[in-house]
């Protein structure tokens, strides 16, 4: 094998990961649609919570699981009843079927939380796998094609999203989703089975918990990476006011919100791709505090604007941005995670995404209610930079970060 050709093992593993990661933006960008006409911005906020608390006390056990377990049939599994979430939403979205909006409500709810403990095992089971597919010499490499597909993914989600319920409503583009985490799953299916790291004595669960955050709050370069990313994203998330900005001050239709729900993704796409050509090669701490602090200022600027084309340039700008702090943080996670942690890591990681993701938009639909959509993003926006300015003293080794 060619040094610089990573596996086809590798080349599977993307393809299950395009078409779930595909299938499940499409799924979240959906649901936000369909929670907001049912009810209201404050009510995606609570659909955001429904999946965070569920993820956030599942990944504690799902750590110590996918360590202990084969991760091979822990994703494929993962994916299958994804699959069966997304056809659950299809048929309580049928339009012959005359449940009332709060029974549709309450099922959605239901299915999101399910969603939740499912992601919980499934993006920590797949990030954990990385390093037993490619040698650590390409472990670079395969990062960047790994966030790339993400990205791709979910850009495609969000546009394929709002295109699918203006083409063909919301059942459909639910079945949509199931049968592209269908094909993710059968994809998965040809992957070599990853057993766990031999361990003579099977640890018991709080003891193997505990050890996951001893590491990750004894790396206090990983511990501030995580911490900056978390809080950033949890005031300056944008995601749970896009449908009332799109429809209420932009005044567009499902396609244009699906597009304008990719901005952020697309934006850290090409921010990755300049990263891989040019890759960051000094100053990675310091580069990535400035660039969450431009985060924040675009998303100010998004909750400032009136006009689709600048609220679309300020969320795509804010991805350029967030797309520096996801490639440290990959980065430090996948070269100093020892192999026998690396799946509470992982899933100590998915704490913090999705407390940054899903509580940012319970928080985004709590501060628009109390304060109204664009104060209430100006405050976010607000407070992520002031998140930069409290971690540039907190963790003064970060700004020296390199790696």
């Not at 994916?79 to 056809?87: D, E, K, R, T």
Request: glycine share 8%; proline share 4%; charged share 10%.
């Amino acid at each position: 094998m060619s040094s610089n050709k990573l596996p086809k093992e590798f080349r599977n593993f993307i393809f299950a990961r395009l078409f779930f990661v595909l299938g499940l933006r499409m799924i979240t960008t959906i649901v936000i649609y369909q929670v907001f006409h049912l009810a209201s911005t404050y009510m995606v906020g609570f659909a955001g919570l429904a999946e965070f608390v569920p993820a956030v006390l599942a990944a504690l056990f799902a750590g110590h699981y996918i360590d202990n377990h084969n991760k091979k049939k822990i994703l494929v599994w993962s994916y299958v009843f994804y699959m069966l979430c997304g056809i659950i939403l299809a048929l309580v979205s049928l339009p012959w079927f005359q449940f009332s909006n709060s029974t549709k409500l309450t099922v959605i709810l239901s299915v999101v939380f399910c969603t939740g403990i499912i992601r919980s095992f499934a993006g920590p089971s797949a990030n954990s796998m990385i390093a037993a597919i490619v040698p650590r010499e390409q472990l670079q490499k395969a990062i960047s094609y790994n966030s790339s597909t993400w990205l791709i993914s979910s850009i495609g989600g969000h546009a394929m999203g709002g295109l699918l319920i203006a083409l063909i409503g919301l059942s459909n583009a639910y079945f949509v989703t199931a049968a592209l985490i269908l094909t993710a799953s059968l994809f998965a299916l040809q992957l070599l089975p990853k057993p766990p790291v031999i361990n003579p004595e099977k640890e018991p669960l709080f003891t193997s918990i505990k050890k996951g955050f001893s590491y990750v709050f004894n790396n206090k370069n990983l511990l501030g990476v995580l911490s900056l990313d978390l809080f950033a994203v949890l005031f300056g998330g944008a995601v749970a006011f896009i449908p009332e900005v799109a429809e209420k001050i932009l005044h567009t239709g499902p396609i244009g919100y699906g597009f304008l729900n990719a901005a952020i993704d697309l934006g850290s796409l090409i921010s990755i791709g300049f990263l891989v050509k040019y890759p960051m090669r000094h100053k990675q701490g310091l580069k990535m505090l400035l660039a969450v602090a431009g985060f924040g200022i675009c998303i100010i600027l998004f909750g400032l604007s009136k006009v689709y084309w600048l609220s679309f340039m300020a969320l795509l700008v804010a991805g350029v941005f967030d797309a520096v702090s996801v490639v440290v943080r990959g980065t430090i996670m996948q070269l100093f995670t020892p192999d026998e942690l690396r799946g509470r890591v992982a899933s100590i990681n998915l704490i913090f995404i999705n407390s940054s993701n899903e509580l940012g938009q319970f928080e985004s639909g709590v501060t628009s209610r109390l304060f109204g959509t664009w104060p209430a993003i100006i405050f976010g926006g607000a407070m992520s930079v002031l998140v930069v300015a409290g971690t540039w003293f907190k963790f003064p080794k970060l700004r020296k970060l390199e790696y």
